[in-house]
């Protein structure tokens, strides 16, 4: 594995071009659900893996106040034989969210119909009961990967992609989203039908701003022309079932995560979703952050830590800029919980 930079910290994005915070400029998504034909809430409510850049990062040590009254996370031990760091950062942000909110991950399980899913969350009761390890409990979930994907979950120093692996971690038959072909100038509209979107959104270059932003303006053009108008169409795409944790995908394009996600569902509903994790990548090496509900945030390189997490303050003084890079390593995933 090539060496990791560990003496650089988090790096500001030009905050005098950006000094907009997610929570208070962002309104909640209106075009991402419901469908046409049901009735929105209205607006006044609520691959192959890079080298790190040898940027020189603001000392947020520097910045923003530690917190010394929440204890301290710990993550999964990195395997320097077969390289899991891939498992370790993605491991380490889903035990905690588990370990907040069991109710919600056995829930969301079950609807999906997910056995990697429910495998983690009776590893995670094992772990939290001293009869496991973390460790363990990631072993027995790659050994079944790697019988089933030999090739894309392999053993060894090949290293594993994260974008695969939370694909097969969150993968489900169950659909829980539809898409739906809307003229651009007039009302016409198609009946939604089923669309392969689930739990897990990938971000190409149609993505911008955030990852709020980026929900709410998603479509994309259809060849077909309105036949009531001629004019052009798109198609949206909205979830009938809002799964418990929510992904992006930013391996292929980087955008400011958002602190807080919020649309309007079916039947007068706000669909509210948190930032609880971060997941970053460099130097052939991932590590993670863990976003507690309260908003405290912790750092964690199982190859240079060990288990020990680290507290990078509390996102009541941070803005999305700040969750971009990490250590010298840009930031390929973001987690939110459903609160």
Same mark, same amino acid.
């Given at each position: ?7 650089s910290?988090w790096?500001?994005?030009d ?14 998504l ?6 046409k ?10 691959s192959k ?6 940027d020189?990062d ?7 106040p530690?917190?010394s009254?929440v204890s301290?996370?710990r993550?999964?031990?990195?395997d320097?034989d077969?390289?899991?760091?891939a498992?370790?950062a ?5 035990y905690y969210?588990?370990k ?5 991950w056995?829930?969301n ?6 056995q990697?899913?429910?495998?983690l ?11 496991k ?48 072909v ?6 016409f509209?198609? *009946?939604?039908? $089923? ?5 897990v959104?990938? !971000? @190409?270059?149609? &993505? ?14 259809v ?5 009531e ?9 909205h979830y ?11 391996s292929?394009?980087?955008?400011k995560?958002s602190?807080n996600?919020?649309f309007?569902?079916t039947g ?9 994790g ?14 507690? *509900?309260e908003g $405290?945030?912790w750092y964690?390189d199982?190859?240079? !830590? @060990?288990?020990e &997490?680290?507290?990078?303050?509390h996102?009541?003084f941070?803005?999305?800029e700040?969750?971009?890079k990490?250590?010298?390593r840009k930031l ?6 459903k609160?």
């Open positions: 594995m090539l060496p990791v930079t560990t003496d910290q790096q500001l994005v905050k005098e071009k950006s000094k907009l915070k997610s929570t208070a400029s962002e309104k909640v209106t075009n991402f659900v419901p469908a034909g049901t009735a929105p809430i209205p607006k006044n409510t609520e893996k890079r080298k790190a850049e040898n020189v603001i000392d947020i040590t520097k910045k923003f530690r917190s009254t301290k996370p993550g999964l031990l990195w320097g077969n390289y899991s760091c498992y370790d993605l491991f380490t942000v889903l969210i588990w907040d909110n069991k109710f919600m056995n829930v399980a079950r609807h999906l119909q997910s990697h899913l429910q495998t969350g009776t590893g995670f009761l094992a772990a939290s009961q001293g009869t390890s973390l460790e363990e409990v990631r072993d027995a979930i790659r050994k079944t990967l790697y019988s089933e994907f030999p090739h894309i979950f392999p053993y060894g120093h090949e290293g594993t992609s994260l974008s695969e692996l939370t694909q097969k971690i969150f993968s489900s038959d169950v659909k829980i989203s539809k898409s739906q809307t003229c651009t100038m007039c009302d509209f198609n *009946p939604p039908i $089923d669309d392969e979107t689930g739990s959104y990938v !971000m @190409d270059k149609t &993505a911008s701003k955030s990852t709020f932003h980026t929900l709410n303006t998603s479509s994309q053009p060849a077909e022309l309105c036949p108008c001629q004019s052009k169409m798109i198609s949206r795409i009938v079932h809002h799964p418990g944790i929510l992904l992006f995908d930013h292929v394009h980087t955008i995560p602190k996600i919020k309007a569902g007068n509903r706000l669909i509210k979703y948190k930032l609880q971060l997941l970053y990548f460099g130097n052939f090496h991932f590590t993670s952050c863990i976003i507690s *509900p $405290d945030v964690h199982g190859m240079t !830590m @060990d288990s &997490a680290k507290s990078q303050g996102t009541k941070m803005s999305g700040d969750y971009q990490c250590y010298g390929v995933m973001s987690i939110y919980v609160s």
